[in-house]
């Protein structure tokens, strides 16, 4: 587990996407998804770098599931796999999928 303050993810954020069009790649799937996109599939936004894309637009099942494209994976499960923990002003932690550009985890 990477821990990160959030003035520092969002310094991270700003050099690998300085059009703020961030891309977040899911740690079961591995399918990349740009905020974008997720705005276009009215993801709401507390869910964006937590749940994949996928469970919103009808993906596959992300334990037992086979083939490509987004899962149904969420963040706040049994299995709580997001890799980047951001702690924001107050102290409190959000777990958040890895940036897919240049992920902060192998750092």
């Known amino acids: 587990m990477k821990v990160i303050e959030y003035e520092e993810w969002l310094k ?6 300085p059009d703020k069009n961030i ?5 079961v799937c591995g ?7 997720l705005k ?16 919103y637009i009808g993906g596959r099942d ?6 490509n494209g987004p899962c149904n994976y969420a ?13 924001d002003e107050e102290g409190n ?6 940036f897919a550009d240049d992920p902060l985890k192998e750092k």
Do not use: M, T
Not at 76 to 87: D, E, M
Not at 93 to 98: K, S, V
């Open 62 to 67: 992300a334990i037992k599931g086979k083939g």
């Open 75 to 87: 963040g706040g499960g049994l299995f709580q796999l997001n890799p980047i923990h951001v702690k």
């Open 31 to 37: 399918y990349k998804q740009s905020l974008k996109e």
């Open 40 to 55: 276009e599939a009215k993801v709401p936004e507390g869910s964006w770098g937590f749940s994949c894309i996928g469970r």
């Open 12 to 17: 991270e954020a700003s050099k690998r996407y």
């Open 23 to 27: 891309v977040f790649i899911c740690p």
């Open 93 to 98: 932690i959000h777990q958040l999928f890895d």
